[in-house]
């Protein structure tokens, strides 16, 4: 069974395209992009020759690194071979192959960084992951983490006990809630030194990137049988004052 189980019929979900637009809709998000600049900043400083996007999605965030560092090779690694064909035809400067997170289909030591993005909170086991990336990174190699924390998200609403609801549901079908937690337990667990954080806020009192999150998430969701994810935007849009969804870059150097 693949470490994500979450994404395992996603290739065969028929509004697939519409998925595609939510994620470039969540990437586009000026929240998302200010903490992608930072992460940017910090992998181009360090010069790496060889890079790893894990869960690489659409490829836009090797697209963007390539364009910064243009003697760096990417390799894109994704769950989705819809997503590896994707941007493949949409990245040219980078390679895109499909694989599992916990069985990343590279040698030992063979990239100076790896970055991975809104991954964790989708495994099964971090753990595995973890053990993964620290192997096929390089001595003093870098891994990259950005981690929205659901598990800390607030949503405040006319009708406090639906925004309760909404809330508890969401992180009842998320694997790691608490992704960024999951990423640095697995990282010390290894020996591996933080380096640098940064947190950052999605959502705040804008509906539209409330929206944005929320509908990103539903089509995942409704990726999965048994799920029920109907009426749920418009109940939102109805009663919704705020809503917060907290995160974390975090940068961990391989000893």
């Known amino acids: 069974q693949s470490s994500m189980s979450r994404f395992s019929r996603v290739d065969q979900?028929?509004?697939?395209?519409?998925?595609?637009?939510?994620?470039?809709?969540?990437?586009?998000?000026p929240s998302v992009q200010a903490i992608r600049a930072r992460a940017l900043e910090i992998i181009v400083s360090v010069g790496p020759r060889r890079g790893l996007d894990l869960g690489s999605g659409l490829g836009s965030f090797s697209a963007q690194l390539s364009r910064l560092s243009p003697s760096l090779r990417m390799t894109g690694v994704d769950l989705s071979d819809r997503m590896v064909t994707f941007a493949s035809a949409?990245?040219?400067?980078?390679?895109?192959?499909?694989?599992?997170?916990?069985?990343?289909?590279?040698?030992?030591?063979?990239?100076?960084?790896?970055?991975?993005?809104?991954?964790?909170?989708?495994?099964?086991?971090?753990?595995d992951c973890l053990s993964e990336v620290e192997r096929v990174l390089g001595r003093g190699g870098l891994f990259v983490s950005v981690e929205t924390d659901?598990?800390?998200?607030?949503?405040?609403?006319?009708?406090?006990?639906?925004?309760?609801e909404?809330?508890?549901?969401?992180?009842?079908?998320?694997?790691?809630?608490?992704?960024?937690?999951?990423?640095?337990?697995?990282?010390?667990?290894?020996?591996?030194?933080?380096?640098a954080w940064q947190g950052f806020r999605m959502g705040g009192g804008?509906?539209?990137?409330?929206?944005?999150?929320?509908?990103?998430?539903?089509?995942?969701?409704?990726?999965?049988?048994?799920?029920?994810?109907?009426?749920s935007l418009s109940t939102l849009r109805r009663g919704f004052r705020s809503f917060s969804l907290p995160g974390l870059l975090q940068v961990w150097k391989k000893s």
Not at 13 to 29: A, G, H, I, T
Not at 170 to 182: C, E, L
Not at 213 to 221: D, G, Q, T
């Open 13 to 29: 979900d028929p509004d697939w395209f519409e998925l595609v637009s939510y994620l470039q809709d969540l990437e586009n998000l």
């Open 90 to 127: 949409s990245v040219p400067s980078a390679d895109f192959i499909q694989g599992d997170a916990c069985e990343i289909p590279l040698p030992a030591g063979s990239v100076d960084v790896c970055y991975a993005e809104r991954l964790f909170i989708h495994l099964v086991r971090p753990e």
């Open 150 to 164: 659901w598990a800390a998200a607030d949503l405040q609403s006319v009708d406090a006990g639906f925004a309760a």
């Open 166 to 195: 909404f809330i508890s549901d969401y992180i009842r079908h998320i694997r790691q809630p608490s992704a960024p937690h999951a990423v640095s337990t697995a990282c010390e667990s290894r020996g591996m030194e933080l380096v």
């Open 206 to 231: 804008s509906f539209e990137e409330a929206d944005t999150v929320v509908r990103f998430e539903n089509a995942l969701r409704r990726a999965n049988p048994g799920v029920d994810v109907d009426g």
